[in-house]
């Protein structure tokens, strides 16, 4: 069944909702980003404890600003597909895509059948990381 027009105006709010909220949130990390300076980071006397706790703060920042701006490209990429008409539509098997999976994600490009499979095939095994 695909989707009404009263759904595909509820999503298109949703979309934009979150849309608004990350690139508020982006730009405020942002900027704490570039008010934070080392020196207020590691504290006034460094020892390397400080300075990789100064350094893991600065990337912890810089990989959720990364998250986020992902998650703005899937909204945009979104907000195309409701504008050409494939909105809803799943990528591998032109299924539709259930109200429920894109009300929870509705950047989601696959149906959820689609999703496992493409998560099993192209899982990696787990590296260490800091």
């Known amino acids: 069944m695909a989707l009404t ?11 934009a909702a979150r849309h608004a909220a990350l690139l508020a949130e982006v730009h405020s990390d942002v900027a704490r980003a570039r008010d934070e300076s080392y020196g207020e980071l ?8 400080d300075r990789a ?3 893991l703060i600065t990337d912890v920042d810089q990989a959720e600003v990364t998250r ?15 504008a ?25 490009i696959r149906c959820l059948d689609c999703q ?3 998560e099993k095939t192209y899982a990696r095994p ?5």
């Open 84 to 108: 050409d008409g494939s909105f809803g539509s799943c990528v591998d098997c032109e299924a539709e895509i259930a109200i429920e999976r894109l009300r929870a994600s509705p950047e989601a």
């Open 42 to 49: 590691a504290g006034p006397v460094t020892d390397s404890a």
């Open 5 to 15: 027009p009263e759904q595909l105006e509820e999503l298109q709010r949703t979309i």
């Open 68 to 82: 986020d701006l992902l998650e703005v490209r899937e909204l945009e990429a979104a907000r195309a597909r409701l």
């Open 116 to 118: 496992r499979m493409h």
């Open 53 to 55: 706790a100064a350094y």
């Open 126 to 130: 787990a590296e260490p990381r800091l």
